[in-house]
């Protein structure tokens, strides 16, 4: 299995972190692939809402979100890892799900549940 973990914590050493790390040891113990993207060292703006992307991708705008899409897309699991805010997931997370809109097609149409396999390589 292949899994993607958005680490949404800027911080590098917190219990978030640590979290995270304890997961992808156990998830790597148990013989899965592992990918852990820390959000906050991404670039990614903001959605704006045009819908140009059909809600099927691609999303018009430029940033790290491009190549973190074929990773979610690539992934048979995507794990959320993130300190609470008020409340709430971090700043950094939420703006990177903000963005999966774009997302959202490729499966109705296809009827399946996972994406297709393509160039991600999780260690």
């Known amino acids: 299995m292949h899994i993607v973990i958005l680490q949404g914590s800027p911080n590098a050493k917190g219990s978030t972190a640590l979290m995270v790390e304890e997961f992808s040891r156990g998830a790597r113990e148990a013989g899965h692939g592992?990918?852990?993207?820390?959000?906050?060292?991404?670039?990614?703006?903001?959605?704006?809402g045009?819908?140009?992307?059909g809600?099927?991708?691609?999303?018009?705008?430029?940033?790290?979100?491009?190549?973190?899409?074929?990773?979610?897309?690539?992934?048979d699991m995507v794990v959320f890892a993130t300190p609470l805010y008020y409340y709430g997931m971090?700043?950094?997370?939420?703006?990177?799900?903000?963005r999966f809109c774009s997302f959202n097609q490729p499966h109705a149409q296809t009827g399946?549940?996972?994406?297709?396999?393509?160039?991600v390589e999780c260690r």
């Open 90 to 98: 971090s700043a950094q997370l939420k703006t990177v799900i903000d």
């Open 55 to 75: 809600y099927e991708g691609p999303c018009t705008v430029r940033d790290d979100m491009q190549d973190l899409r074929a990773k979610i897309l690539a992934a």
């Open 34 to 48: 592992v990918l852990r993207v820390d959000v906050d060292r991404l670039r990614v703006r903001p959605c704006t």
């Open 50 to 53: 045009c819908v140009a992307c």
């Open 112 to 119: 399946q549940i996972g994406a297709p396999r393509g160039g």
